[in-house]
């Protein structure tokens, strides 16, 4: 097995081989998905915790359904309704969660480095479900896991991701994964929903879509991140609709058999036309929710038995 790590905080710290090792075994979990027999026991014994700082249904409900089919115990915490709210600094409750001996700590957060700093204070391994601009590593293999099984590979491929890049972390998380497989990444939309300095990331960026989508095997759509914008980025929803949405007229430029991804939740008729998003000929995005799980179960199957090697007698990580 080609997967040392004792955490997953993001996709920079994974060798190539380690993310070819998640996605073979996210397959055999994705097949065991659509049999009759939907659950494993890789994660019996063990505690898995889940910590949304911010709300997100699908990416809380995947996880909670994959920990779930592996055997593992879940608990949700509402940290809403926790003592953050009346004071506690993160690091107080980490050392909390640690006295509960914990074994799986998902947490999302909407704070960069948040997740890196619970991992150095916790006794067992945690996974980043997206913390703030900086990464979301699973979104980024379930995409990825998409992407292969969809076109049967994932190297030297023309992929398009378009729309938010400043404010997204799926961007950044899915630029470094398909960066190390070798693939042609084009970054497209306006000026000012670019980082800056994404001219030195290795990518082609483009503020036309039909230029940009050319010759295109993937086009990645992102949502706006609203949330997260701290002024005005675009004149108006249907002026960015009409220059970066995608309809079926720019979709012309990729390849007659590219397919459309979206991270979800869609914008319909924003980021993307309707009737592109729910064509089962070239959308596969709810493909990308299905591969979720089985990403997910993956991820926390190899941490899970990393986990296990090193723990000693007391149950303390070496």
Not at 9 to 17: D, F
Not at 18 to 41: F, N, P, S, V
Not at 129 to 137: F, M, N, Q, S, V
Not at 283 to 304: F, K, P, Y
Request: proline share 4%; with cysteine.
């Amino acid at each position: 097995m080609s997967f040392r790590q004792k955490h997953l905080l993001g996709i920079e710290p994974l060798r190539s081989e380690e993310i070819t090792t998640i996605l073979d075994l996210a397959d055999r979990y994705a097949e065991m998905e659509r049999g009759t027999q939907k659950h494993g026991d890789a994660l019996t014994g063990l505690t898995q915790i889940n910590m949304f700082f911010e709300a997100s249904t699908r990416t809380q409900a995947s996880f909670e359904i994959a920990g779930k089919r592996l055997g593992a115990d879940v608990m949700n915490m509402a940290m809403a309704a926790s003592s953050l709210k009346k004071g506690e600094t993160l690091i107080d409750t980490a050392l909390t969660l640690n006295a509960m001996h914990p074994d799986l700590l998902v947490v999302r957060h909407p704070h960069s480095g948040a997740v890196n700093l619970l991992a150095e204070k916790v006794n067992c391994a945690v996974l980043n479900a997206g913390d703030g601009r900086h990464e979301h590593p699973t979104q980024a293999l379930l995409d990825a896991l998409t992407i292969r099984r969809a076109k049967g590979r994932l190297h030297r491929l023309n992929i398009a991701i378009c729309g938010d890049i400043a404010h997204s972390r799926v961007a950044r998380s899915n630029i470094l994964l398909l960066g190390k497989m070798e693939n042609r990444i084009r970054l497209i939309g306006p000026p000012t929903l670019m980082p800056a300095g994404v001219a030195e990331w290795g990518v082609e960026v483009y503020d036309n879509m039909a230029e940009g989508l050319e010759g295109c095997d993937v086009v990645m759509m992102l949502r706006l991140q609203k949330e997260r914008m701290d002024g005005a980025f675009i004149p108006s929803e249907r002026e960015y609709y009409h220059r970066f949405g995608l309809d079926a007229e720019k979709l012309a430029a990729a390849k007659p058999d590219a397919i459309v991804m979206h991270p979800g939740p869609m914008n319909r008729g924003v980021e993307i036309d309707g009737t592109i998003a729910d064509d089962i000929n070239r959308s596969v995005i709810q493909e990308q929710v299905e591969m979720g799980v089985a990403v997910r179960m993956a991820v926390m199957d190899l941490l899970a038995r990393n986990l296990r090697a090193c723990r000693t007698p007391q149950g303390v990580m070496a």
